[in-house]
């Protein structure tokens, strides 16, 4: 199975700066179709994950352009361009290349 | 809008059955794959399982394997999970998710197995 290896494990910041995590793969996830496979969810407080990023800088329908993702082969970054008090909750990458499905620990995304 | 919703969780002892229910609608059912994704309390993200479209192949997580099986009826819209002898370490908030890739999910279901 494909690792998938978040960090930091946790952030604090103060509303209006930016923010990055980090994600790496055990594996590349650069498809022969030349497409990456990364993926990335937020989990608010008390709800069920919902997508914000696929194929490493898609923005899924909705989402803020605030959010934005990076990378290639097995190193990936999202970025909040400037924090804001909504986006707390626990942030994870997931590999969409093999099954099983892999997820990483989770980014725990608080405001000071 | 894509709305999924789980039901069929609750409290059951080890070795138990429960099967739980995912009703989708909001998008043609029967052309999409569809996944089930757990959480354990205060742990991260384990996919489970997922079958494709129009009944098509199914995946298991190893965890899972021979104790629980995936299907969908394309008729009611509906994605279920039989899980069979369950275990402690099943417990779990169970989430159906649109596609293989998870895409959109349902708000879950929380399944117990403890004596």
């Known amino acids: 199975d494909i690792v998938m290896t978040q960090t930091p494990l946790s952030l604090s910041v103060t509303p209006g700066q930016p923010a990055s995590i980090s994600c790496k793969s055990s594996?590349?996830?650069?498809?022969?179709?030349?497409?990456?496979?990364l993926y990335w969810f937020l989990q608010k407080p008390g709800q069920s994950p919902h997508l914000l990023i696929y194929?490493?800088?898609s923005r899924f329908s909705g989402v803020p352009d605030r959010f934005s993702g990076s990378g290639s082969g097995t190193e990936f970054t999202l970025k909040i361009s400037r924090v804001e008090a909504e986006d707390v909750g626990v942030y994870y990458c997931?590999?969409?290349?093999?099954?099983?499905?892999?997820f990483g620990q989770g980014t725990k995304v608080e405001i000071k | 809008e894509v709305q999924l919703l789980e039901s069929g969780g609750g409290l059951v002892q080890p070795g138990e059955s429960l099967r739980l229910s995912c009703a989708g609608s909001?998008?043609?059912?029967?052309?999409?794959?569809m996944s089930w994704v757990r959480q354990a309390p205060g742990k991260g993200l384990e996919w489970v399982s997922a079958?494709?479209?129009?009944?098509?192949?199914?995946y298991y997580a190893d965890s899972v394997k021979g104790r629980f099986t995936i299907s969908r009826d394309d008729s009611k819209n509906t994605l279920y999970l039989q899980m069979n002898s369950l275990r402690a370490e099943d417990t779990a908030v169970y989430y159906c998710?649109?596609?293989?890739?998870?895409?959109?999910w349902g708000q879950g279901t929380l399944v117990t197995v403890s004596s």
């Open positions: 998710a649109k596609d293989y890739s998870v895409t959109q």
């Open positions: 909001g998008f043609t059912f029967s052309t999409y794959a």
């Open positions: 079958i494709g479209g129009s009944g098509g192949p199914t």
């Open positions: 594996q590349s996830l650069l498809h022969s179709d030349g497409k990456t496979y």
């Open positions: 194929e490493v800088f």
């Open positions: 997931m590999q969409a290349i093999h099954l099983p499905r892999t």
